[in-house]
């Protein structure tokens, strides 16, 4: 079966500080792997989305940026975190465009 | 373009009682349609989806839901709430795009009581 693990779980940061935060799906091949964004306990924003290695898509300009250089690994990085880089930041992947998404346990970012 | 709107933020219901959170859609097409849950501080878990097959889904831990095209409508329901649901709940359309982006709603807590 399919797993996915994200990387750290809880994470406290001063602001300038850079960021990488890890994802890593297990038991699949070539999937879409996506970052998301969750502010304050609500609603969820695509940051980025993947369809192969080396593939970066970016849905909102922002301080953050996305790699992807391993089949199944997906990173999300800043070089200066910003306040407002705060968040819960989960990983996802999918077996193909437009199929249902699994998502991994969050990494909370807290800039402060 | 594709919306989802979950028509309340919150929902308080008594343990054994019916669960219902309710999801309205916008889309220019045959949809598809999920329901994810979210407990404090976890990811998001597929209750269940529709994608034009069976307009009544069931999902895992007894939810299901029914697709209502004239309604453009989407609620979840449970016949019988337990302590363990109270979580986030999200309605979630699949954009048109080639991105097949996933468009979530704004979700709904739900609370139980004892």
């Known amino acids: 079966s399919q797993t996915i693990h994200q990387w750290p779980a809880t994470l406290v940061q001063p602001v300038g500080s850079p960021l990488s935060l890890e994802c890593t799906v297990e038991?699949?091949?070539?999937?879409?792997l996506y970052w998301y964004r969750q502010a304050a306990g609500r609603g969820l924003q695509l940051l980025f989305y993947?369809?192969?290695?080396?593939?970066i898509s970016s849905e909102v300009p922002q301080n953050l940026s996305a790699s992807r250089p391993q089949d199944r690994q997906f990173i999300l990085s800043s070089k200066k975190l910003l306040l407002s880089d705060s968040g819960f930041y989960l990983c996802?992947?999918?077996?193909?465009?437009?199929?249902?998404?699994?998502f991994g346990p969050g990494t909370r970012l807290t800039v402060t | 373009a594709q919306s989802v709107t979950q028509l309340d933020s919150h929902v308080s219901v008594s343990e054994g009682t019916p669960v219902l959170l309710r999801c309205n859609y916008s889309?220019?097409?045959?949809?598809?349609l999920f329901w994810y849950v979210q407990h404090p501080n976890k990811g998001l878990q597929l209750l269940l989806k529709?994608?034009?097959?069976?307009?009544l889904v069931k999902g895992i831990n007894g939810f299901e839901a029914e697709f209502k095209k004239s309604e453009t409508s989407f609620h979840l329901t449970k016949p019988s709430a337990h302590m363990s649901d109270a979580a986030e709940y999200f309605c979630?359309?699949?954009?048109?795009?080639?991105?097949?982006?996933?468009?979530f709603g704004q979700g709904t807590t739900l609370q139980v009581k004892p």
């Open positions: 996802a992947w999918s077996i193909r465009t437009g199929y249902e998404q699994y």
């Open positions: 038991g699949t091949s070539n999937p879409n």
């Open positions: 993947s369809v192969g290695i080396g593939q």
């Open positions: 889309s220019s097409y045959s949809p598809s």
């Open positions: 529709y994608t034009s097959a069976a307009t």
């Open positions: 979630v359309v699949r954009s048109s795009s080639n991105t097949g982006k996933l468009i």
